[in-house]
């Protein structure tokens, strides 16, 4: 793996240091297979990025004949873990197919939709997909439901709201599972770039359905994190974010016009517990730019 060379301005770590978060990051060229990172390979929570190995696992479970991509569900009220986004905000039945259910997932983060899609896949062939494609390091058993029934039952709070209001006091963070890799969902930085590698390069599923979950990732709502680093109209910047109280993540493809093709992973976890905290959302693009700047100088040379 290449190292990060000095350069005028600020480092990565400049750039965590002055956000007030903890930061860990990988970047990889798709198609030379040039990497730089900080702390590449040490553990970092999820959060919501578990929704794009459920994507792949769904896909690939699809294109062999054990999912019907087609098939519609119904998801009641009562079926819904609370959300900010998409069929968790509503109040009547929805039903909808088990890959616009995958849409909604990825495009807005809809807590409700990736917890119906995680059941109709399962644990044991998530696991098995995560095995097939040696991401080690990866391991998901909960969903978004179960990570706040986690979070709730840790702080005793009955709230999200109540939970926020008491993250600040001494030792409850270190008490919280879900914020814990040992005993969450869990990555590093180079497993979900080997991930997004493998399915920008049509090796994670059949072509058909890789391009599929490329579209999902492309349209992407959120413009805050990774793709405030790139704001040119002829990049294109594909991802997934992640959030969980102080957990702010995200990882994508950014693609630039001469075909260049980088995959970056970057995971924070800010110092203060802070709801609204631009400056550690900043941080995921500023840091990503650096890494693809480096790799774009090193491809030069």
Known sequence: MSALRERPGPSIADVFRGAGVTGRLHALDIDSGHEVGVGSDEPVVLASVYKLPLLVAFFRAAARGELDPRAPVTLTPADRVPGATGVSTLLDDVTMSLRDLAAMMITVSDNAAGDALFARVGVPALSAALADLGLDATHIEADSAGLMRALLQDSGAASTAELWALLGEPGLADRLRSLDPARTNRTTPRDMCGLLGLLWRDEAAPADESAHMRRMLGLQVW??????????????????????????NEVGVVEYPDGGRYAVAVFTRAHAPLAVAPQADAAIGAAARLAVQ???????R
């Open 294 to 300: 480096h790799l774009r100088a090193t491809q030069r």
């Open 223 to 248: 413009p805050h994190r990774l793709a405030s680093g790139f704001p040119y109209d002829d990049v294109l910047v594909s991802g997934k974010t992640g959030t969980l109280l102080t957990i702010r």
